[in-house]
Every structure is written in C-alpha cells, then in structure tokens.
C-alpha cells in the first residue's frame, strides 16, 4: 500500500503542474501584449504634441460630461435670462460675452460640446465598422463577392458627402441619431479603400500561406491575422477621421438641419450667422465656437499622428 | 590601369539605439593588383558587403572609415564628390545582389543601359546612336538577344536580369568590377552560365573582379585568391586552391566542409555540421515499403496571357513511410506547383490522381482540415512564414488551435520545440521573429507543423535562404525527424547536394515532368538522363577554377 500511494500522487502532481503550466502559455502571450502597450505609451508620452493633444481632449471631454454639474440647463433658458444684457462682450462678469438673447457663451460651449463631440465620436466608431468590414471583405475575398464589395465602396467614394448627408439628414427624422446615421453612411468608404490595400499586401504574406496548409479557414485567417493586422491603421484613421466628423457636425447644424431642440457647436455658429454677428462686430459670438471647434480637431490630430507614428516608425522625423 | 588596395581599412557603424557603435570591419588588408580575380567568402553579417562598398565610397554617412582604402593609387577620402562620380561606374562598377531590386520595374532594361552611358559619355559613345549601338553590343557580350532591349525587368528571368546588371557593370569599359553575390538567387545551371561569362570577360579584357559570396564553391570556381572574413576579421587568405583544398584555419575548414561533395561518401546521409541532431532511438526508423503519399499521372495547367501552360505534366510519385525524396531542378520546372498540389492548396487537372495513405484526397473544407494535420509543409522563406507580431509560442500553436486540439497545449508546443532541437524551450517562447536568427525561424516554422503530429512533412527549399553552417545544422534536424519519429519528408531544391546530404530517393524535374526518378546512390553517381547529368556538371566544386580553365 505504502508503495501505491507515491506512484499514485505523481501522476496527478504532474497533471496540476501541466495545469499550471497551460494558464503559462495564455498568460505568456497577455503578459507581452501588456508589455507592447507599456512601450507604446512610453513613445507616445515623450511626443509633446500629442500629450497635448491628449490634454485638450480629456478637457473637452470631462466639460461635456459634468456639463450640468458646472452649469445648470436653466442657465440655457432664454425666459430665465431676462435681466443678462445682451450682446455683453467678454468681462470678468461675462467671460466669454453673452448671445442675442442674453445666454452666456460659455454654457453654450459647454452643452455643445456634448452633442459636437458626441456626434464625433459616434459616426466616426460607425464609419470605422463599416469601413474596415468592408475593406477586409473587399481585400480577403476574391473573385465575384469582393469585385461586387469593391463596387459598392467606389459608389460611396464617387458620391459627394456632403450632399448625401445633406439629403439623408433631410429625409430622415431630425435628431442627434439621424446626423450620426448621416455622417458615419458618407464617410467609411476611404477607409474601406485604405483597409483593404492593406489587406492586400498581408494576404500575399507567406505567413497566411503557413496558416492555410495548417488548415485554417477564412474565420481564422480573417480574425487572427488580418484584423490584428489592419487594427493600428484603423485606430489611427479613426482619430484623424473624429475631427472630420466633428465639422461635418458643425457644417450639417450651421445649415440648420441638426436637431434644434439641443445645443452644438454648428447651431451657435447658425445663431450667429443669423443675425450678422460677424458684421455687426459681435466678434465673441462667432470666434468663441469657432475656436473650440479648431482646438477639439487639432487635438484630435495631433493624437491621430502620434499614434501613426508609433505604428509606421518609419513616419517618424517627418 | 586601376589597382584596388584596402591598407588596415576599419569600418564602425555609429548608433544611437542602444547597440552602440558597431564595427562592421576591422583592421583588413587586401590587394586587388590589375587584373587580378579575388574572392571574398564569409557568412551574413561578416562585413564583406560593407568592406567593398567603402571601395566607392557607397556606405551611409554614420560610418567612419580608419586606415586607407586606396584605387588606382589616390585615397577614395581625397576625392571630392565629381571626382569620385567619375570614378563610379567609368573605373569600377558593382553588380548588385539582387538584380531583382537593383533595376527600375517601369523602364526598358535597354533604356536603363544607355543611362550608364549618358553619365559617363566618352568618344566611343558620344552620340545617341553610338550609345544605342554600344548598348546593343553589350548585350550581345552577355548572351542576350537584341530584342530583349526593350523588355521591363518583369519580362526576364533571374538569370535575363542578372545578366541585364552584368552588362550594365561593362558599360563603361571600367577596369575593376565588384560582383556582390551575383549568383545567390540563381539555380546551378545560371548560375554556373553567368559565372562562366564573368569568368571569361575577365580573361579578355583583363578587368579585374572583386566578388564577395557565402557560396566557398562558387568563388574558388573564378577567382585566384580568395579572402575568408568573421566578424569582421579577415581569417585566412591566399591562393584559392590552397585556401579552398588544404585550409589552415578551423573556421575556414568549418566552411568548406559545409558544402557537400557529391560522390563524397563520408557525406552521404551525414549533413556536415558542428551540431547534428540528436538520434534517440536505438533502432532508428528506416525507409519502408508502405505507400504514404502517391500521385498519379498529376497534371496541374494555368491560364496565363500565352493560354492555357502546363506547369506538372503526369507526373508519378510515391512516397514511402519514413522516406525522403528529394525532388530537385531549376526554378520554374514546376517543383512548388506539385508541392502545393500534393497538399491541395492547387486545383489539379482532371485525370489526376492523389491517394493519402491510400484513399483520395479529400476536397471539401472540413475533410481537408483533418488530412492538413497529416501532412504539413514547409514554405521557401521562413522569415516571412511568421507573422511578425506574433511570439514563437502563438506562432507554433497556432495550428493546435486551427485544429482544435486543446488538451496539453503548453506541453505539445514545448515538444515540438525541443523536436526542432530548439532548446530550452521555454526560452524562446516569448521572442518574436525579428529576436531570432534565419535557422532559428526556420526551427520555429518547422515546430508548427510538428505540433500536428503529421506524418508527411513537404519543404520547399527549406535551407536555400540559410546560411552555410544553418544549413548543415536543418538538414540534420531532418534527418533525425526521419530517424526519431518516422517522418516521410518530400523536399523541394535546386540543390543537388542536398539530395545527396539526407535524401534516400530523387525525382529530376525539368519543364513539369520528371525525367530521372530512384535512388539516390544511382542516380547521382551514374546519372542516366542529359538534363540529370547537366545539372551534375553545373554544381560548382571547390578548388580548380573549373570555369575559368574550361571557359
């Protein structure tokens, strides 16, 4: 008996080592995963642009979200602002100038800045799933499936956007969600073409060669391969495309075809143009969205390069 | 005439990153007295591709350069910038090492000619005619026709092309050309054409040659002298024959034993190499009757713009358990087109035949899943066979998980790893492909397809792109697979020696059709078909200058 029991424990001492060892390999590939992340932000904190950028982002972002913490929704009611003068330009009682209907500015920016980068963000995450299905199935799948898909995306590069999005934002009900379906139906066909000349270039790979005779299937070599692969670029896209985003917002709202009922960026710059700020020298009313506009899409540039840079090293000193 | 000296030349590389500075060269000295052949041989990372472009002064300006590189008497330093371009190309021109890279796609080779001309116009060649006459003149001198003049490099051959670059490099008539690797992606039988025309253009016209290779063979077939660099370091030098036949220096001896003799009988199923692989089994396994792979009557056809090519025309193949045949020929005999069909990665034409272990080869998806875990193959370039985002331990189970084997998944990857004798194990699985050397990837690659278990292993060309000392290394790493686990491997090459190294059968390819199959020991000893027989006479030997005295 004294004999069975060693012999007995050392085959399962063995299966709880190799148990061990199993969560090893998994946990091999997170830990240098982690490590690859660590690296990255390491490059991307030494570039001083893009900390910056990353800076202003985070601002805008924190104001948008505690907008009612910091200024009440009544501060926006025109009925509530009777005794505000109007036209205030900026003091320390009105710091950056007051409206046509004695609203201060500054809460204006402050709500606008929830639909504006909202809006930005949102059509920019739709943009992106399209595009980059797409561009994979465009680049992966030849033959009759990818020639139909590669039409499909020149349809939608050959339209003119804005147009599009005129029309759409017009047809479809007014509404925050109706600009996003807008602005994210009109802008993924250039990433669909950049996803799948990259898709190209891997898949004349050999190492997607290897993973074919090792028998994988389209699923395989589609999630395991081409979708790491493509990920950087389409990240960074994706930032540069935000500030786009965000104008087409502004551009869509200036021509009065955003949702009225809320505030944004582009609906302070209609109200401005509405009664003649920029002539009538109300400077503050138009320069004050103006320049949030310009600080949100260049923040959101100068992050989106950073970011290329890290992925293409090559771009570097450029 | 123009003599080349380099006096205790040293080259450092400064660097910023980490590695700090890195001296490519140090404290060389070699003569390349007029008309003079000399070979320079060393492995990848030598510094011998850095050394001969200092000669032209070539190498990018984070280098520095001590002691004195010397051509035609005046220091290359003291030359100022028109005085060296006339020196480039008119004095001393450079064939480049991949002929592929080194001409432009988008124009006519002819055109990319005259351009050598153009910059460098003399009497002869003054005119726009002249220079298209001189052009058409140089390309008769390498063996081409006229009409390829107005061809883009696509059109042409590795061997077209090579010859296109040599042509350039005679342009202007200079008096000392630098081969770098002119023959390395070339099959025996360019190569041993392209180096006979060097070869004999040097005779004539009493140019002299400074060639740099891996390939000892290669270097002592044309040059007099031959250098041998390490690290930097020049290791031994002298006349090729001596250098070559009767070496003094291990590392030299280590490098020409590295090359097979064929006919040599000690290195008959005996890979030469300082660390063979491990036989383990008492009673190693030994090539059998019992039929694993077949194909019969195999036909594969393309559409090309010419119409319909047949790239493998019936061809009939059986291979046996616990086999390697080796199937050999030039580049375009059709070898990966019927490697790709055995696996069923290639449509085949209909009358073909293929049996795996008996029954057809299946072709709907999943069924060829399964027959994929039999047999695995192994790709040309095996830096390009990993993903390079992916660590060693993602690259091997990869095929596990494409599988769906999951049980003992960390204990399967380490055992194919220690089956590629990449060990210990465990310490590789976290690198990425760039951390590792050319024969540690090409052990990686070959752990992923041991991870299935398969037991038909195809390789194409798995130590073409390896270095002379890895190859031994992986040809001995498949012998043992053979002796330890009963492997059946189907390797690709256009090298004979390879064959001769572990192979127990041969197939002779040419134009898709297999003209000489059987034993090794017969076939190579006493060849039957021309074609087997000229690919024979083509493998460069060392010693003897055999191209320059036949030429």
């Known amino acids: 008996m004294s004999n069975t029991n060693p012999s007995a424990s050392t085959p399962s001492g063995s ?66 602002q009777l005794d505000v003068p109007r036209y205030a330009p900026p003091s320390l009682a009105h710091p950056l100038g007051t ?29 992106m799933v399209i595009g980059t299905v797409m561009g994979l199935a465009a680049g992966h799948f030849s033959g009759l499936f990818g020639a139909v898909v590669m039409r499909i995306i020149d349809f939608f590069i050959v339209l003119p956007s804005l147009l599009l999005a005129i029309v759409l934002s017009s047809v ?15 802008s993924w066909a250039s990433t669909a073409r950049i996803v799948r000349s990259q898709t190209l270039s891997v898949e004349s790979r050999l190492y997607i060669e290897r993973a074919r005779i090792l028998g994988a299937g389209h699923r395989h070599i589609l999630f395991k391969h081409m979708l790491p692969a493509v990920m950087p670029l389409v990240l960074a896209n994706t930032t540069l495309t935000v500030g786009s985003a965000i104008i087409a917002e502004s551009t869509l709202s200036f021509l009065g075809l955003g949702d009225t009922s809320k505030e944004s960026w582009g609906t302070i710059l209609k109200n401005s143009m509405d009664i003649s700020a920029a002539t009538s020298g109300y400077w503050w009313y138009v320069l004050t969205p103006g320049i949030a506009i310009v600080l949100v899409v260049l923040a959101f540039t100068m992050v989106g390069r950073a970011l290329e840079a890290i992925i293409n090293p090559a771009l570097r000193n450029r | 005439m123009t003599e080349l000296s380099f006096a205790n030349v040293s080259i450092t590389y400064r660097s910023a990153s980490t590695r700090g500075d890195v001296t490519a060269v140090s404290d060389i000295s070699l003569d390349l007295p007029t008309g003079a052949t000399l070979g320079i041989a060393g492995e ?40 060296i371009r006339a020196v480039r190309w008119a004095q001393a021109s450079i064939v480049f090492q991949g002929a592929l890279h080194s001409l432009n796609p988008v124009r006519e080779v002819g055109g990319q000619i005259i351009e050598a001309l153009e910059h460098h116009a003399k009497d002869a060649w003054m005119t726009p005619a002249k220079r298209r006459d001189r052009m058409f003149e140089l390309l008769e001198e390498v063996d081409l026709d006229q009409s390829k ?69 290669v270097l002592s077939a044309v040059c007099e002298n031959l250098a041998i660099m390490r690290h930097g370091k020049l290791v031994e030098y002298g006349p090729s024959d001596q250098v070559c036949l009767a070496p003094e220096e291990d590392y030299t001896k280590q490098l020409a034993n590295a090359f097979p003799q064929i006919g040599d009988a000690e290195s008959r199923m005996n890979p030469r190499t300082l660390k063979p692989a491990e036989v383990r089994r008492a009673q190693p396994y030994e090539m059998t009757d019992e039929v694993v792979l077949e194909a019969k009557n195999l036909s594969v056809s393309f559409d090309t713009r010419q119409g319909r090519e047949r790239a493998v025309r019936g061809v009939d193949l059986a291979l046996h358990k616990a086999e390697i045949l080796a199937v050999v020929g030039q580049s375009g005999s059709g070898k990966t087109t019927l490697a790709r069909s055995l696996l069923g990665l290639q449509e085949v034409d209909a009358g073909s035949q293929l049996d795996f272990a008996g029954t057809a080869l299946p072709r709907k998806a999943k069924a060829l899943r399964a027959f994929r875990r039999q047999v695995q193959m192994i790709l040309q370039d095996p830096s390009g066979s990993l993903n390079p985002k992916r660590s060693v331990y993602e690259a091997v189970v990869e095929g596990l998980r494409v599988q769906k084997i999951t049980d003992d998944e960390y204990a399967r990857v380490i055992g194919a790893l220690e089956a590629a004798e990449l060990t210990p194990a465990a310490d590789y699985l976290e690198s990425i492909p760039q951390e590792l050397s050319g024969g540690q990837r090409q052990r990686v690659v070959i752990a992923g397809a041991l991870a299935l278990d398969p037991q038909v292993l195809i390789a194409d060309e798995p130590v073409a792109s390896l270095d002379a000392s890895v190859r031994g290394e992986i040809l001995s790493l498949f012998l043992a697979l053979k002796k330890n686990l009963g492997m059946s491997a189907l390797i690709i090459t256009h090298d004979l020696g390879l064959a001769w190294n572990i192979a127990d059968t041969v197939a002779v390819m040419k134009k898709g059709e297999i003209v000489e199959y059987g034993d090794v020991d017969t076939v190579l000893s006493d060849p039957q078909h021309a074609y087997t027989q000229e690919l024979l006479a083509a493998v460069p030997r060392l010693g003897s200058q055999s191209l320059v005295n036949n030429g």
């Open chain 1, 15 to 80: 299966a709880a080592e190799a148990n061990a060892r199993v969560i090893d390999g998994t946990r091999l590939v997170r830990d240098r995963r982690l490590n690859n992340v660590k690296k990255n932000w390491s490059l991307f904190r030494s570039d001083i642009a893009a900390m910056l950028g990353a800076i202003v982002l985070v601002f805008f972002i924190l104001i948008a979200i505690f907008a009612p913490l910091i200024a009440p929704a009544s501060m926006l009611d025109v009925t509530q």
């Open chain 1, 99 to 127: 409206d046509d209907l004695g609203r201060e500015l500054w809460v204006r920016i402050l709500w606008g800045a929830r639909v504006s980068i909202l809006v930005g963000v949102a059509a920019t995450v739709m943009s």
């Open chain 1, 172 to 186: 479809l009900e007014r509404g925050v969600f109706t600009i996003v379906v807008a602005i994210g139906l009109t």
């Open chain 2, 44 to 83: 990848s990372g030598s510094g011998k591709s850095t050394l001969i472009m200092s000669a032209l002064r070539l190498l990018p300006k984070s280098t520095t350069i001590d002691g004195q590189v010397r051509l035609g008497g005046k220091d290359i330093r003291d030359l100022s910038f028109g005085e």
């Open chain 2, 149 to 217: 003049a107005v061809s883009y490099p696509h059109e042409l051959s590795g061997g077209q092309k090579q010859r296109i670059m040599i042509a350039m490099a005679l342009a202007c008539e200079p008096d000392i050309i630098i081969a770098d690797e002119p023959t390395t992606a070339l099959d025996v039988i360019v190569q041993k054409q392209i180096l006979e025309g060097m070869a004999r253009l040097v005779g004539e016209r009493g140019i002299s040659l400074l060639m740099i290779s891996h390939d000892l063979a």
